[in-house]
DNA sequence: CATTGGCATACCGAAAACATATGGGTTGAC
DNA sequence: GTCAACCCATATGTTTTCGGTATGCCAATG
């Protein structure tokens, strides 16, 4: 069963005539009879009356025409679908992020990727620093808005933004009525630290940041999320360095404040699988990078 | 885009692997990955991830794989369609009919057929004297159930029983007080006739009783349908000489009584196309036989 | 470093499809 | 009634495509 016997039969039905059919299929009119007369030799019966004045369906014919078409449609249409997933018209993107970026991304993020890529099923998942990697390898999630970057061998990544890194203290610390808080303020507090490792670049960056001004703050706790340092800020556990960006998702009673003398900054990064080729990849980088970078 | 390539691919993306999808459909691994290559270059875009371990769908690929596997069903599915058609075990039975028989036949007809071939949707159309060899010659009817049979060189007749010929007259007639009704009494009675041309064998078989018994009756009318016949006598224009099943739709006031010494009988026959190949004709015309014989 | 497993490529023989030429049957015109 | 026109079917040669065998390449494994 050949998909181009069938739309030669779906021809010659169309025109009622097998001469007029070859016509507008650009071929000549005896192989065309010859495989509708195959068809019909698989099927195991006439398809057409033939008549003086052309083709004419059976019943038998006229029951095969409807799925025929049906088959040729649908195979078309599969086809036109992998072109359109292929090149990003259509298809599905999976978008992680980590949720520090949420507040602050996606509120902008989502609409952007809407209007650049509206014929694409867009789904988010959260991802935490330990799964991350993970996501992107097993491809559960396509790209993922990451703080700070990813390194990986097989991961890509491309610097979007960054956040500055400031303060965060109770509203009612001594400190908050600073309006910038000089780095020396910071000698002998207790931190609340993340948990990222020491290669990473976040770690390495407050710890730089802190070495670099001669400060030593003691590791008061380590804890998971952006979220669970602020809690434990507003429980008076200590002081936390976190990207500006965090503000937005702080609970009341807590507030940020710049650092005075330092710059330094943790960055925003797209990243995906190397061996990647979603073309929506770089749709989603434009957008992100369009966001974030008002930021 | 060919229905083969539709149907490697989903073997290929179903095996995930070029080679199982080969072992499974019975060929050699080369020639497959070529099918798969070369359907990758019709679509213009990967369908597969190779990689070390087998082969794995790109999105675009389950993009295809979905219609694909759609579009073989229903090519499959249009093939045994037409093969049933063909041997009628499915399909549509446009049934024709003449009034006179629907009383005496169709209440037992149809559950017999509805029994033979369930899957075939039946229609039914009254025939008229007029119309029914148009209706048969141009397919809106496949068989007619005709009294008498059509005479015509496209159709083929096969008899399947026969009616005698009965005296119908108003009940207050004279002749009403007879068991039957012997050929004498009918001498210079008026007739009701049927229009039925004169080659026809009904017409003739009326005809050629009268003939035979050296009768002559007077013609009060020619009309079109048996029930108009029954109208007229009963507003006491005529008798008529009718099928006998004509009694089942006899109007109150109206009686049938038998000739006596007259074995005259019509035709009830099954009529179709000599060049209709419908295998159902052949289950009709059992059904049928198997109806009629016990009238 | 060799071996294994899996896909890709090269080449050849076989099968299928297409084009040209031609036959046969029916319709319609003169 | 004959002839021309029309349309489908058949026959034959050429070209395209497909499938099989042999082999290469690459990565993972031990």
Not at 175 to 194: H, N, T
Not at 248 to 255: E, F, K, N, T
Not at 269 to 293: G, Y
Request: overall charge positive.
């Amino acid at each position: 069963m050949d998909l181009r016997r069938l739309r030669y039969f779906v021809a010659v039905a169309e025109a009622r005539s097998v001469g007029k059919a070859a016509e507008r299929l650009r071929m000549a009119q005896p192989p065309l009879s010859v495989q509708i007369r195959k068809l019909e030799g698989e099927i195991g019966a006439p398809l057409f009356r033939r008549g003086t004045r052309g083709m004419d369906l059976t019943e038998a014919g006229q029951a095969l025409l409807a799925r025929a078409s049906e088959a040729l449609a649908l195979a078309a249409d599969g086809a036109e679908a992998a072109r359109a997933v292929a090149s990003g018209r259509r298809g599905r993107l999976s978008v992680g992020y980590m949720f520090v970026l949420a507040n602050a991304v996606l509120p902008r993020l989502i609409p952007e990727l809407r209007r650049s890529i509206p014929g694409v099923d867009l789904d988010f998942a959260e991802l935490s620093a330990s799964t991350r990697e993970g996501r992107l390898l097993d491809r559960s999630v396509t790209v993922a808005l990451c703080m700070p970057a990813i390194h990986h061998p097989e991961i890509q990544v491309a610097r979007v933004g960054a956040q500055a890194f400031m303060l965060a203290m109770p509203i009612r610390s001594p400190l908050a009525r600073l309006g910038a808080v000089p780095m020396a303020k910071l000698q002998g507090r207790p931190l609340i630290a993340l948990p990222w490792p020491d290669h990473d670049p976040a770690s390495s960056a407050v710890a730089a940041l802190l070495r670099r001004h001669q400060i030593v703050m003691p590791i008061a706790s380590r804890v998971e999320t952006v979220h669970s340092a602020m809690s434990l800020v507003l429980a008076g556990e200590g002081l936390a360095i976190l990207p500006a960006c965090a503000q937005l998702g702080a609970p009341r009673g807590i507030v940020f404040r710049p650092l005075r003398d330092a710059t330094d900054s943790i960055d925003i990064a797209v990243c995906w699988r190397r061996d990647s080729q979603s073309p929506l990849i770089r749709t989603f980088l434009k957008c992100a990078e369009k966001v974030v970078a008002p930021l």
